[in-house]
């Protein structure tokens, strides 16, 4: 699946006009071809990059008067480093093919204009001194480059990411196929994180409907009107965030000994259902296939007028999967008259409270956050307000 292609702006437009190479890719705008001196004199050609400001993906005015630039230290006529415009040459990451050497930094008394007036001052700092000893070297190569599609599952641009220079780390998730099993109040909310990440699929699994309970213990507010449709719970799911990401699957199904193989091409699964039976069978297949996942769980009992909570995480990955069956979980049935959890209490904060730390660990296990602890249970009481990890990974 494809994001929309971006609508260049006319300044940008200008720019092609000029006879610029113009490149619209992963959110930065690129001109290739920039003649410069390095520090023996050489005639070089560099790249210019400068980040986007989107709305609607329409480019809009810019605010940021600094670039990035692709290439060695430029130099004037004399072989001297334009340290004028240079604020840092440490090289860095800028998306999944964009890697930058240099930044520029250099302010107008009133700012740049829009991107054609940023563009090519810049250009004319570096070419300038080339064109002092070289008048016929020029940026101006009148090769047409076509805009980039972004190879996401997005139904509008991830800005986020590429504002905070951290696209490349998100990358990480790209093509990643996930299942999560349980669209009750935890996994509802898990679904809201990874719905806000480039992974390239999400498998919903639940057979139960969208009822007014369930409004009170999942992300955003329904409608009146939508609670009165009956709908299924992974047909509403799939309506509301299919409006950010466009790789979500519904299967309005529980999951059962009979149809274990809808999960066998996923490449992790988030478990948030209470049925103890079905997750033992779950765990067996999802190991026997190699396939990572985490448990989420959520216990809450009544003592002196007040609550007692806990809020536990199990991860379980090829190669360290013995925990999970060492009384970690219990794979009954039996209702537990004294686990309020189970009536469905409307405690969203705990529901939100487990997804997040899924979905943490998760992120962990494919490297977006670090992980010093590397550990495989969490658990988190609220009496104590205390996340204890267990079950260390050597």
């Known amino acids: 699946m494809h994001s929309k292609l971006i609508n260049p702006s006319l300044d940008i437009v200008q720019l092609r006009n000029n ?117 016929k070297e020029t940026a101006k190569t009148f090769r047409v480059l076509k805009d980039g599609k972004s190879d996401t599952p997005f139904a509008y641009i991830d800005t986020n990411a590429s504002r905070s220079g951290i696209q490349f780390i998100n990358d990480k998730l790209s093509n990643l196929k996930i299942g999560i099993i349980g669209l009750g109040g935890t996994g509802s909310y898990i679904l809201d994180l990874i719905a806000k990440t480039s992974v390239s699929e999400i498998q919903l699994f639940d057979g139960d409907e969208f009822c007014q309970h369930n409004a009170f213990r999942s992300p955003g507010a329904a409608l009146i009107e939508v609670l009165n449709q009956n709908l299924k719970k992974v047909d509403y799911q799939k309506d509301n965030y299919s409006n950010i990401h466009q790789g979500i699957i519904c299967h309005s199904e529980y999951i059962g000994e009979t149809n274990l193989n809808l999960l066998q091409d996923l490449d992790f699964v988030f478990i948030a259902i209470d049925r103890g039976l079905i997750k033992k069978l779950i765990f067996n297949y999802l190991e026997d296939k190699k396939i990572s996942f985490i448990d989420c769980g959520i216990g809450v009992i009544k003592k002196d007028n007040s609550l007692l909570s806990s809020v536990r995480v199990n991860f379980s990955a090829d190669g360290f999967r013995e925990h999970i069956w060492n009384d970690r979980i219990s794979f009954t049935d039996e209702d537990d008259e004294k686990n309020l959890y189970s009536s469905n209490i409307q405690l969203c904060e705990l529901n939100s409270l487990n997804a997040c730390l899924a979905v943490m660990k998760w992120k962990q296990f494919y490297g977006i956050y670090h992980d010093v602890g590397n550990g495989y249970s969490s658990i988190y009481n609220s009496s104590v307000n205390e996340i204890i990890n267990d079950d260390v990974r050597a």
């Open 19 to 135: 006879g610029y190479e113009v490149e619209i890719k992963e959110n930065h705008l690129l001109i290739y071809n920039i003649p410069y001196f390095n520090n023996v004199r050489d005639v070089c050609k560099g790249v210019l990059v400068s980040k986007i400001e989107l709305s609607n993906n329409e480019i809009i005015q810019t605010r940021d008067h600094t670039v990035f630039f692709i290439g060695d230290k430029p130099c004037d006529a004399n072989g001297a480093t334009l340290n004028t415009i240079i604020n840092n040459s440490n090289s860095a990451r800028l998306g999944q093919t964009i890697t930058i050497n240099h930044m520029f930094s250099s302010k107008p008394k009133n700012g740049y204009k829009d991107y054609y007036h940023k563009m090519e001052s810049y250009i004319n700092m570096l070419t300038s001194h080339v064109q002092s000893i070289y008048p």
